[in-house]
């Protein structure tokens, strides 16, 4: 079968290519999909780009990219909830990456039925962004009329997270550029912060949530609109002290300016890595089925072009996401 | 089962050698929500007849997006009526919206009952006419009338199925954007 291989790790148009591999096997667990749409994120780029190759060490060649749409074609004999012939979608697990190719095996515990509303090139648009804000948010406990304050809104996390916390009732601020304001505000939320104008600090204070999504010092001012006792929950800030245990960091210790800061506020910080997960992909089928949620994309590349749709990621402006159409 | 049979009763003298026929080639069976009964791609032999609950039978695009043929509820036939008369893989799946239970038919057997009891000759053939106006309705409805046309027949036609179905299942049988449907309640909540 034709994938898009990450051959070596640096720049992009020099580091990918069309190579003809086998099809994947399936395991007991697994289904075996036909891949429609595939969409890429920031991860991917930082893959090839070869900043994640300490944590994330890959075989080269290796299939690049996570998110998935297409219809199953084949099941492992574990497999119960699931028939050939569901159209299903999935952020699958590292092990299995690469769903810029013709078929990839997935685990069941990370695929759900896609929304039977959407095509599937948006539904490859939804699972890791979505997962991501889902979980950040639901770690938080998000309810109505908590206010959160979510970075980026114009981003496929943020624009996913507005709508998302819409429907949970909350009241959200979100930053984002002059350019941005009119359709970020279309998404929902109440009150869109123009960066380039506005100093959100002064705008969203005492929020009870605070979703990072830029890192840097965006993580640490968290704790300066965050109300005492509130909660900070980030993606790409620090990693907080529990997680990092997880990942055999027995001593690590939360960064000083962060724990100061988290203390004084009484707030929780909270480093979310985002999980592949079947179950939530399918609370977000729902939602997008009762529209309260929609995919947002910004462009549909066909396969040939995938190379120039990961050029476009790295622009940094697209709004919404980046789908690659595969069959 | 009994209810079916009344009702055939109504419509034409049922011997008892005919009663026990269709009660050998149908069983009643008790669906969950979101269960399957027709898949798209497989073989069809089997029609349903709906005694409770709502089912759908819908088709998937080449984009992957569902639209909706048919919503049966109580007293309605539901299955993959082009696979069975083709002998062609299903091009529809039938799934159930609610818990439903359905009388489960040998579709080939139902469909030749009148070679062994020529009383069903007249009264299967009624029962085509039915769904070939139904049908026809359906497609005139489409080409004539305004989408807020459309919905209210629907909601005459299926009173109470809004509390089992989602929007886009609405929508789309109505050949209509989810957001034009919002706008029709919207609309009809005014008035």
Known sequence: MKALQIIKYGEIKDSLDFNEVSKPTVKANDVLIEVKAAAINPIDKSIILGNLQGMLPLPLPSTSAYDVSGVVIEKGDDVSNIEIGDLVYSRVPQEQMGTLAEFVAVTREAVSKKPGNISFEEAASLPLAGLTALQSLEYAKIKKNDSVLIHAGSGGVGSFAIQYAKAKGAYVYTTTSTSNVEWVKELGADRVIDYKTEDYKSIAKDVDVVFDTLGKNYSLESFEVVKQGGIVVSVVGPLDEASAKMFGMADYKLPEEIAKASSEKEAVYKFIFMHPNGAHLNDIKSLVEDEKIKPIIDNVYPFSESVQAFAHLSTGRAKGKIVIKIS | ?191
């Not at chain 2, 009388?103 to 080939?108: G, L, R």
């Open chain 2, 1 to 191: 089962m009994e209810d079916l049979i009344k009702k055939i009763k109504t419509r034409l003298h049922l011997r008892p050698e005919a009663e026990e026929f269709l009660y050998s080639i149908s069983k009643e069976i008790k669906h969950s929500k979101g269960e399957v009964l027709i898949r798209e791609g497989q073989m069809v032999k089997k029609t349903f007849f709906v005694t409770s609950g709502c089912l759908r039978s819908f088709c998937i695009d080449n984009n992957g997006k569902e639209h909706t043929l048919l919503f049966a509820i109580n007293d309605w036939w539901i299955s993959d009526y082009i696979a069975i008369h083709n002998n062609e893989l299903a091009t529809l799946t039938v799934e159930c919206l609610t818990d439903s239970t359905v009388i489960e038919f040998n579709a080939k057997e139902l469909d030749g009952i009148h070679t062994r009891f020529p009383e069903f000759e007249s009264y299967q053939r009624l029962n085509l006419e039915r769904h070939v106006v139904s049908l026809h309705k359906r497609i005139l409805n489409q080409l004539q009338l305004s989408a807020t046309e459309r919905y209210d027949l629907f909601l005459k036609q299926y009173p109470d199925i809004e509390r089992h179905t989602r929007n886009y299942h609405i929508a789309s049988f109505l050949g209509i954007t989810q957001e034009s449907l919002s706008r029709i309640r919207v609309e009809k909540a005014k008035k």
